[in-house]
């Protein structure tokens, strides 16, 4: 039984993943306009046989469909290409951007689970007292106010008026020159912000969803049947709610697997931090299709991946459910 | 245009610049205000610019640079066989001199002796014929191969001796001259196309590549060893801020001390008590201009009397007013107004509506049915004019555009398209009735490209198809004399033709607005803008803010 639904998951996850390349190929294919130097104001001395020479280059002239056919057999050969707007490999400008975001989401994620967890759990127990409505609160209007304005609130308090961090980029500029202690020091006075403030939204729905099963777990028989047997609220709390509560922890984590590695692009660009979304949202304006292929299918992998490893997660965690399923 | 949204900074903001060592861009009339005294008056080593760019450098490899930040870096890093001065005149660089011969078709260059690259070996002629010969191989993806084409032959007579033979003379041949010169000792055997040199970089520049180190920063070291003697400063940083107003924020943080603003930047956001003690302000115009391209194509744009009718209708004062806070002029031809291709006599009609109305009625255009709008045979004037995405300033002049040529009976629709597909499916095709857009321009008056009744294939710049036998003739005459007196003649003349013709309605030519940190000394105005003598500046020691020693 396990075994089928394993197979089927990789059956699905393979038809689902080749559609998505399909279907994303097509489409910024067929979107107008073409690779070039994004300029704004024409330069006479860049000619019409650079912008030929490129498409040559490049095989765009050939038909679409031989066209992702070369670009299939190459990504199988683990080889993306080079992007076009600078010459360099797109695995090496992934891999240059990528670190910063992962570092930035992973941090935020897991300061996300680590309090977004109790915080949930803490408030449902807690819901008449006013220390836990007003965390409510705020968490309810953390969730519903756009974090780029929260970050420009920010930087303009913490940075401008206070100047206590910087307000952007990944290092200072003496950063090179100082001692190893120091530059630690200095990463994360600079990420400090960003990390906080990308949290933000993550944590007030963590918190939201937790609190919300938490109380509906409260509710529910069993718990009354523990507490008849004499359990301590304790033993409850740990393990039974916990348990239940962990279900949409597990979905928005595996869901937010793609997230770690495509950084917002408003939000790299406020903080001036050079990640995978201010890479991708370049590479839209350039019509840099190597990149943006890259990009996408990392994400629809991850996607897909990540729903697969929710599926499991939940299958582990609640036995009801491949038993439906399958 | 020079300033713009910001999507444009991150990267549509990319005007090409086939030059050494001109920063931030632009020509300078002059500060708006003053440096403070100093308290030590003489030139002192140390200190960091920091300056910021919108986007990191794609490649250092200067004739792959095409981008404002490649382009900008490459300038600190190489030099050309020649290069503009101060008052824009061509004037040598790794060249010490040259010799024009036959007529223009032979150019001689002489070349310094005393040029080192950064890695201490020598720079010789061939150098050149290497930068030359990766100019112009087909598999190089450069965007600067046009006026190198043109070579017949280049040999080394010796190795500080370079003879360029051109199939027939052309005049802005000597200024292509100051494109970067690639080290051949490094670079032989590489494929350029992949953009960046195998180890570190290696120029001949004033200032050296410390590190890639990473996407955010970009660190260049003072070259003691430059020829024409060594920075005073020790290092200039470069942070790629993609966002505008990020780069005001650098600014009241101490975190970036140079910076290009918008003119609301300039005016609005920088005239605090804080801007005018720490920082020193420069105006200064730009190179380039924005217009309003007919589809001459289209009847209606035909006939000369409804272009000058419609150059007559907008007024072109309120628009720099309005859109660039009085940051910028209104020019009347296709040269910038310092260029001494330029034509000062050249007057703009300014603004008549009255007289407009008439000119378009004299065309046939009467208001017959009394319901506000021209109409010529049943048929109402109305256009619609493309723009480009991410430009909210070429937005705002469209706007007012259509309100004035309203009041003239004209209807006016707008359409904003992203920028490729404007050009890929809108210009090129003659798929357009009118567009409203920028040209940059090169500092050699040559304009062939944009107006030549050969340049209309599709792809190529004169998309309005532009047809005139005398301004043909006069262009091909520009390029093929080297007497700057002639070209005057023949350039001027272009200039009288298109202002009486109308092909395009010409708006203005915006300004450049920089900002320095008021600690650096010596910043001053020139025609090419305030990095002309960027080795001078200087930080008195009490004043030097970051001076820890960098090792190399």
Redesign the interface.
């Known amino acids: 039984m396990t075994f089928r639904f394993l197979l089927r998951r990789a059956f699905t996850f393979i038809v689902l993943f080749l559609g998505i390349t399909i279907i994303s190929f097509a489409i910024i294919h067929l979107a107008p306009g073409r690779p070039a130097d994004a300029l704004t104001e024409l330069n006479p001395k860049v000619s019409l046989e650079v912008r030929e020479r490129l498409t040559r280059l490049y095989g765009l002239d050939l038909p679409l469909h031989i066209q992702y056919i070369r670009w299939v057999k190459r990504c199988v050969r683990l080889d993306l290409g080079t992007s076009f707007s600078d010459g360099e490999p797109v695995l090496k400008k992934i891999a240059k951007t990528l670190p910063v975001t992962l570092l930035i989401n992973t941090v935020s994620l897991a300061l996300i689970l680590i309090l977004g967890i109790p915080l949930g759990i803490a408030t449902a127990l807690h819901t008449r007292r006013l220390g836990a409505r007003l965390i409510d609160l705020l968490i309810l209007v953390l969730f519903a106010v756009p974090t780029y304005w929260l970050a420009l609130l920010a930087i303009d308090l913490v940075s401008v008026r206070w100047r206590l961090l910087p307000p952007f980029g990944l290092e200072g500029i003496d950063h090179a020159a100082l001692p190893a202690t120091a530059q630690l020091f200095d990463t994360i006075r600079h990420l400090a912000l960003p990390i906080t403030l990308s949290s933000l939204t993550g944590l007030a729905a963590i918190t939201r969803y937790v609190r919300q099963n938490t109380l509906e777990t409260l509710e529910q028989g069993f718990i009354y049947a523990c507490r008849s047997r004499g359990l301590t609220s304790r033993t409850i709390l740990m393990h039974h709610v916990f348990k239940s509560t962990l279900l949409p922890v597990i979905t928005i984590t595996g869901l937010s697997l793609p997230g770690l590695v495509g950084g917002s692009v408003l939000f790299e660009s406020i903080f001036g931090i050079p990640g995978t979304g201010r890479l991708f949202y370049d590479a839209v304006l350039m019509r840099d299709y190597a990149v943006i292929m890259a990009l996408l299918t990392l994400g629809a992998f991850l996607t897909l991946a990540g729903n697969g490893l929710a599926d499991l997660g939940y299958a582990l965690a609640d036995p009801r459910i491949h038993r439906e399923k399958s | 245009?020079a300033h713009?949204g910001?999507?444009?900074r991150?990267?549509?903001?990319?005007?090409?610049k086939?030059s050494g060592g001109f920063f931030l861009g632009l020509l300078v009339l002059g500060p708006t205000r003053s440096c403070p005294a100093a308290e030590e008056t003489r030139p002192q080593q140390g200190d960091?610019l920091?300056l910021t760019m919108p986007?990191?450098p794609?490649?250092y490899i200067p004739i792959?640079a095409?981008?404002t930040t490649s382009a900008s870096v490459c300038g600190f890093l190489f030099n050309g066989l020649v290069k503009y001065d101060k008052d824009l005149n061509i004037t040598g660089d790794l060249a010490a001199s040259w010799d024009i011969e036959e007529g223009g078709r032979v150019l001689v260059f002489h070349l310094r002796r005393d040029v080192r690259w950064h890695d201490g070996v020598p720079f010789t002629a061939d150098d050149v014929r290497f930068t030359y010969e990766k100019l112009t191989d087909?598999a190089i993806?450069?965007?600067?191969?046009?006026?190198f084409t043109q070579i017949k032959d280049l040999k080394a007579l010796d190795p500080w001796t370079i003879r360029v033979v051109y199939a027939e003379p052309f005049a802005p041949a000597l200024a292509s001259w100051a494109i970067g010169i690639m080290p051949y000792h490094i670079l032989k055997g590489v494929n350029l196309?992949?953009?960046?040199f195998p180890d570190r970089v290696i120029g001949t520049g004033p200032f050296c590549l410390?590190?890639e180190?990473?996407?955010?920063?970009v660190?260049l070291m003072r070259n003691d060893d430059y020829f024409e003697g060594s920075p005073f400063i020790d290092r200039i940083?470069i942070?790629?801020?993609?966002?505008e107003s990020?780069v005001l924020?650098?600014l009241?943080?101490y975190?970036v001390d140079a910076a290009s603003l918008t003119p609301l930047q300039y005016e609005r956001q920088t005239q605090t008590l804080f801007f005018q003690k720490e920082y020193q302000k420069f105006t200064s115009p730009g190179f380039?201009y924005t217009y309003l391209g007919y589809n001459l194509d289209d009847p209606r744009f035909q006939d000369p009397r409804v272009r000058r009718a419609f150059n007559l209708a907008v007024d072109k004062t309120a628009v720099i007013r309005a859109v660039l806070l009085g940051h910028g002029e209104v020019i009347t031809g296709p040269f910038l107004p310092r260029a001494w291709a330029y034509d000062t006599r050249v007057a703009d009609p300014g603004y008549h509506p009255d007289q407009a109305r008439s000119l378009l009625e004299n065309a046939g255009w009467r208001d017959d049915d009394r319901d506000g709008w021209l109409e010529k045979n049943g048929r109402e004037f109305a256009f619609t004019i493309l723009l480009?995405q991410?430009?909210l300033q070429r937005r705002q002049a469209a706007e007012m555009i259509q309100k004035d040529l309203k009041t003239v009976g004209v209807r006016v629709r707008l359409k904003v398209l992203?920028?490729?597909?404007l050009?890929?499916?809108f210009l090129d095709k003659g798929r357009f009735e009118a567009v409203l857009?920028?040209?940059?321009?090169?500092r050699d008056p040559d304009?062939?490209?944009?107006w030549h009744s050969s340049k209309t294939?599709p792809?190529?710049?004169n998309f309005i198809h532009f047809k005139d036998p005398e301004v043909d003739r006069l262009l091909e005459a520009g390029r093929r004399t080297f007497n700057q007196t002639e070209r005057e003649h023949f350039y001027r003349a272009v200039h009288r033709i298109l202002q009486d013709q109308q092909p395009t309605m010409f708006l203005y030519g915006t300004q450049s607005l920089d900002i320095v940190s008021s600690r650096f000394q010596n910043v001053s105005s020139s025609l090419i803008g305030i990095g002309h003598n960027m080795r001078a500046w200087w930080v008195p020691r009490s004043r030097q803010r970051?001076t820890?020693?960098?090792?190399p």
């Open positions: 245009m713009s910001f999507l444009t991150i990267v549509l903001k990319n005007r090409l086939i960091t920091v986007g990191a794609r490649t792959l095409s981008d087909p993806r450069t965007p600067y191969s046009g006026d196309n992949q953009g960046h410390r590190s180190r990473s996407q955010d920063i660190e940083a942070r790629i801020i993609p966002d990020s924020l650098g009241l943080t975190e380039g480009n991410g430009n992203e920028w490729n597909t050009l890929g499916e857009l920028g040209w940059a321009l090169g304009i062939f490209d944009i294939r792809g190529e710049f970051h820890i020693r960098m090792a």
